[in-house]
């Protein structure tokens, strides 16, 4: 038993697995464990979740049979729409404008040659490291009417553009948005930063002797070395701006109107505030629908290229 | 590395192992499903011989003084009934409210909780059956005659859960809520302005306020909730009374698309454009918003009797109460009601023990224990001697209402989604996102789907 453990990682093991354990139930046996666990804790609660998006369910009393009819509501309802919406601009904040910032962040730090790097690296890294609610608290202080974003903006003669970020109509997805992008630059910043230290030196050194700049170098050589480190960054962050509960929670509530109101709320918001089960069981499985096929787009994307 | 067989198995356990899941779970809610309590049972009133009896009591009495008196009052009920002991779980407003509907469903349901009384927590309970009618104990124990019929309304469902307003008494409050207007009389004094004794003047004063500089009202909307006591404060002056009944009991009959409706939420959308606001409102939160009032950063502050106690220890004598002063020729009308009733859950194993706790909580003796911990007691609010100062004007505007005027319900009890959608629509009627007729056809909408259904 042991052995074919062992052996498992090798080439052998094809071999040896079909002298050793001729029944697929062998193979079962070493899987059941963690398969119990998983399906107790994942793949059960996922299909309860599907069999109760096709329920009308209020929590507590007898719920109706209605097929589809969620799902069609996620189509047809203009608010559930545009929570899927804003939820493909946070994609913008939380993975494409932290992708582009954290390209030349890492180039810029690792082959600049920085001094005190490391703490570099810690600050840019840091806002991973604090707790999402504490993120939020703290971005609402500042982006309040007399917080420091306006303060600032006061300081450098932009005064007239000062306003309540959150609460204005146009500016507060954006603005929740920008928090994102803060939070997810040093996680692929230094993502990055350790693709670009695995190139080998020589690269840059025959690209400069053939009279490439730092622009040319950057295009002809750093970008395709981490094209692995990029789709693992997309994939981190892309799922990040779709699971978005949290910031929007703390921030903004989905206000003002229903203009940040984002998937995972309204789950939320349906399931324990509205006592609207079914339809938020479906808003659920959608979105989780949604989330898998946007990361096997960007896997398969980061495979071929 | 996984050779292709091993995969297909896998993914084929998987499956099988989610369509049994699926298999197993029958329709939801068919095991809580169940015929309604019956509302005729035999009471017994002499605890002590229940023997021993284990009270789960949920309450959201968390902060200060309103943690003080249910502290007290349980201690007091313990030592009056050795044979009872109450387990309290307390926690907040909102934790109770997304926690109550699992809890109340689960297995292990807690004997005694605190309810909103609207159609989004006790009247689901209600119509899910969760909740006992009081009837049987009202008459033990003379309820009927505690509780005025303005205040047993907003208890009452019948049992299906449908009408709201009337039927069995399905909880019981402790403590009234009346909206009203806290001003600054300093700042008044500063700005030469008389404090305003009609609804003109009132108006009056809020313009004179912002010639002078300052800001009239202090509004903190981001939780889109304080904004319904801002309108609910303007319609209580220019709809009638009997059609906000309606439309916040959730009854047929009434509209929210009528000329007066619109004044109402074309005066609010006038009074942020004119200014007359903070900077902001839906970008600051309720907390930031009585904050800022009790440093002066603005006049007046719309907002309900639970502010009183942190204004006063924010603001001492610098700050007064007063219901909304009336139209001329019209009564005093405010938004209020009472604070969480307390209910007895059909679960509960105890509910003669329950019935006397809660007896006991809302006794004329306990009523005094809420004044002593600065709260404002629902019942025998003439009878108390409150502290001086703020607390005064808190009785004083409660019992003018109740008594002289219109105690007017909280527009969100309406539906089940009706806070959600009133507060969207507010904010954007706040923003100048939506005019007024959008707004109120939004709220319309909610209505109308509900009262029709």
Known sequence: MADTLLAGPTTTAPARRGHLGPSPWHALAYVAPALVVYAAFVLYPLGRAVHLSLFDWDGLTLATFVGLDNYLDVVTDGDLRAAFGHALVLIVFFALLPTAIGLVLATLLTRARVRGLPFFRTVVFLPQVIAMVVVGVAWRQLYAPDGSVNDLLGIVGLGGVARAWLGDPTFALPAVGVIGTWVQTGLVTVLLMAGISRIPDQLYEAARLDGAGPVREFFAITLPSVRAELAVALTLTVIAALKTFDLIYITTGGGPGNRTSVPSYEVYNRAFRLGEVGSAAAVGVTLTVIIFAINLAVARIGERR | ?453
Not at chain 2, 2 to 12: E, K, L, M
Not at chain 2, 81 to 108: E, H
Not at chain 2, 163 to 176: A, D, I, K, R, S
Not at chain 2, 400 to 428: E, F, H, K, N, W
Request: with cysteine.
């Open chain 2, 1 to 453: 590395m996984t050779s292709r067989p091993a995969r297909t198995r896998r993914a084929a356990v998987a499956a099988l192992v989610g369509a049994l899941g699926l298999l197993a779970a029958c329709t939801p809610g068919s095991e809580n499903a169940a015929a309604p309590p019956p509302t005729d049972r035999a009471v017994q009133t002499d605890i002590a011989s229940l023997g021993p009896v284990t009270l789960t009591v949920w309450d959201q009495e968390v902060r200060g003084g309103q943690n003080e008196q249910m502290e007290r009052l349980n201690a007091a009920f313990q030592q009056q009934y050795p044979n009872v002991t109450i387990k309290r779980d307390s926690r907040s407003f909102d934790d109770l409210a997304t926690t109550l509907r699992l809890a109340l469903s689960g297995n292990d349901a807690p004997d005694v909780v605190q309810a909103n009384n609207g159609r989004a927590d006790m009247g689901a309970f209600v119509a899910a059956g969760e909740l006992l009618p009081l009837e049987p104990w009202s008459r033990a124990y003379g309820w009927d005659q505690r509780y005025p019929d303005s205040v047993r309304q907003y208890v009452s469902y019948t049992p299906d859960g449908k009408v709201f307003g009337e039927g069995e008494m399905y909880g019981l409050p402790q403590v009234g809520e009346v909206v009203g207007i806290y001003y600054n009389p300093a700042e008044l004094q500063r700005l030469g302005i008389a404090v305003p004794t009609t609804w003109e003047e009132f108006e009056a004063a809020l313009a004179a306020v912002k010639a002078g500089g300052a800001t009239p009202l202090a509004l903190g909307n981001v939780e889109s909730w304080p904004a319904l006591h801002v309108f609910g404060t303007v319609q209580d002056q220019l709809v009638p009374a009997d059609q906000i009944t309606d439309l916040a009991f959730g009854r047929a009959g009434a509209s929210w698309t009528t000329p007066e409706n619109t004044q109402a939420a074309q005066r609010v959308a006038d009074w942020a454009r004119a200014g007359y606001f903070n900077e902001g409102v839906n970008g600051i939160d309720d907390n930031q918003a009585w904050q800022a009032f009790s440093r002066g950063e603005a006049v007046f502050l719309i907002g309900g009797s639970w502010y009183a106690a942190d204004l006063e220890a924010a603001m001492g004598q610098n700050v007064r109460f007063m219901p909304p002063p009336p139209p001329a020729g019209r009564p005093v009308s405010a938004t209020g009601g009472t604070g969480l009733p307390f209910a007895i859950t059909s679960a509960s194993d105890a509910p003669d023990a329950a019935a006397a706790y809660l007896d006991f909580i809302t006794s004329s003796d306990a009523m005094r224990v809420l004044t002593e911990t600065g709260n404002l007691p629902v019942v025998d609010t003439a009878a108390q001697t409150p502290p001086a100062g703020l607390s005064q004007d808190v009785f004083a505007a409660f019992a003018a209402v109740a008594d002289d005027g219109q105690l007017l319900p909280y527009l969100d009890y309406a539906t089940p989604t009706m806070g959600d959608t009133m507060g969207a629509a507010l904010q954007d009627l706040l923003s100048g996102a939506q005019p007024p007729e959008a707004v109120l056809s939004t709220v319309e909408a909610d209505y109308a789907a509900f009262v029709n259904r």
